[in-house]
């Protein structure tokens, strides 16, 4: 039986009184095999390409064409504080002030510099909390610093994990391990939302549990950043760090942004790996011996920033401005919450979503679990013109994004879905 409003006329509807309707063509959308555009749900993965990028790369190519060095003051965006152009959009889709954020580097390079500063373990407190099934880099990355200060991560990293017979993490387990094992924890550091079950946390609850047992609070916000409506300032963890290529659409392999509380912002007494872009830059250039680090986020730079990737970014960050977090969040929770009930009432039981149902646990994201792991279904929707994610052993994460993804899209898959299992 059909559900009422499942139906394409209906879908049509909704993307006639969409008011972010018109952001689709702005992006380039991939085509599928049969030339027609495709049903592009990976944002999650990769961000489309905003039209606006070439433009932003290019006066950046030209002005290095024409000015060579000069261009790091004279181009059209002079390129030596290049990266604080940056910074306004990107606090502002934090919910960070301007001094907590920068671009710099990639994610793993800087959890790797962020932990440099605020994973101190001592022989009391050294275990380092994470979420069940990290992303892999995460993972690496958080027990080689373990092993790095001596430790053993077998027994110092440990794990949140579901209930047995369940898919997600409740809130109040994450509370009793803090209150079981805080005085142990150095370091809490989550996914904000968890790349594989698509599983939203709520940050504030987990910073003050954390903090309540002297833990630093710390995440991972690379499925989070510019899907869900984050207030990093107000929830108050100590670190945050989230790559720019997946909801940020800002190109493979595309830089990090990372939040450092105010209250970390002039501390000279942490430690942290240190290069001459985060050294003051009112004495950067006279090339001092002392290292004195810049106020905030900006202290944790190295390197001169990158302009070809961060003009990309800037093309992207301009369209988030317009739009805004609170519009796309708002259709983001409409378009997934449909997709799911079009997926609920299709009258197949080989697919089940892991993804929570509460529209507050999640983004934009849901993952299905295909029965028996069978890995058929994805390709036969692939060469349907359907662009999704396969993640072992047995899932498909799709995500319908808010920017450029249409009602109309998620019907399309449900049906190509529906057809695909018959
Ligand atoms: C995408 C992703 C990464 C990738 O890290 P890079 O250093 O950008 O390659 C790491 N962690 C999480 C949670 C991710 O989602």
């Known amino acids: ?141 958080v027990a080689s610093q373990i092993a790095f200060h001596g430790y053993d991560p077998d027994t110092d990293l440990i794990e949140l994990k579901p209930r047995p017979g369940t898919d997600h993490i409740e809130p109040a387990d994450i509370r009793a391990v803090l209150e079981e094992q805080g005085p142990q924890i150095a370091l809490v550091l989550i996914g904000g939302v968890n790349y594989y079950t698509g599983q939203a946390y709520d940050l504030a609850a987990i910073t003050r549990w954390g903090h309540d047992q002297g833990c630093i609070v710390g995440f991972d916000l690379a499925h989070a950043a510019g899907n869900l409506s984050l207030r990093l300032h107000e929830d108050g963890p100590d670190f945050a760090a989230w790559c720019s290529y997946k909801y940020l659409n800002s190109g493979p392999g595309s830089l990090s942004g990372i939040f450092v509380h105010e209250r970390h912002a002039d501390d000279p007494a942490l430690p942290r790996f240190s290069g001459w872009w985060g050294h003051d830059k009112q004495t950067r250039f006279r090339m001092p011996d002392r290292f004195v680090p810049m106020r905030g986020a900006e202290g944790w730079q190295l390197s001169n920033p990158p302009i070809l990737p961060m003009a990309a970014m800037r093309a992207s960050l301009e369209i988030f401005e317009e739009a805004g977090m609170e519009a796309l969040t708002h259709k983001s929770r409409a378009l997934t919450g449909w997709l799911e009930q079009l997926l609920a009432t299709s009258g197949h039981d080989r697919v089940r979503i892991i993804t929570p149902s509460d529209p507050d646990q999640r983004g934009c994201q849901l993952s299905l679990r295909v029965e028996g792991g069978d890995r058929r279904l994805f390709e036969r929707l692939s060469r349907q013109g359907i662009i999704a994610d396969w993640r072992e052993p047995d899932v498909i994460r799709i995500a319908p994004v808010p920017l450029y993804n249409s009602f109309a899209d998620a019907w399309h898959f449900a049906q190509r879905l529906r057809q695909a299992l018959a």
Not at 19 to 48: E, M, Q, W
Not at 73 to 84: D, I, L, Q, S, T
Not at 88 to 110: D, I, K, Y
Request: glycine share 4%.
């Open 1 to 141: 039986m059909e559900m009422p409003h499942a139906s394409l006329e209906y879908a049509l509807e909704c993307d006639a009184r969409d008011p972010l309707r018109a952001y689709r063509d702005r992006f380039h959308l991939p085509v599928g095999p049969d030339g027609k555009t495709a049903i592009y749900f990976c944002g999650n993965s990769l961000g489309l390409q905003p039209r606006s990028v070439r433009e932003h790369v290019l006066a950046e190519l030209e002005d290095w064409a024409t000015l060579g060095v000069e261009g790091h003051v004279h181009a059209r965006h002079p390129w030596m504080p290049y990266h604080e152009f940056l910074t306004p959009a990107m606090a502002r889709l934090v919910g960070a002030l301007p001094h907590e954020v920068v671009v710099m580097n990639s994610l793993t390079v800087n959890l790797h510099l962020l932990m440099v500063s605020f994973y101190r373990p001592t022989p009391q407190r050294r275990k380092i909390l994470v979420e069940y099934s990290p992303f892999p880099s995460d993972r690496y990355a």
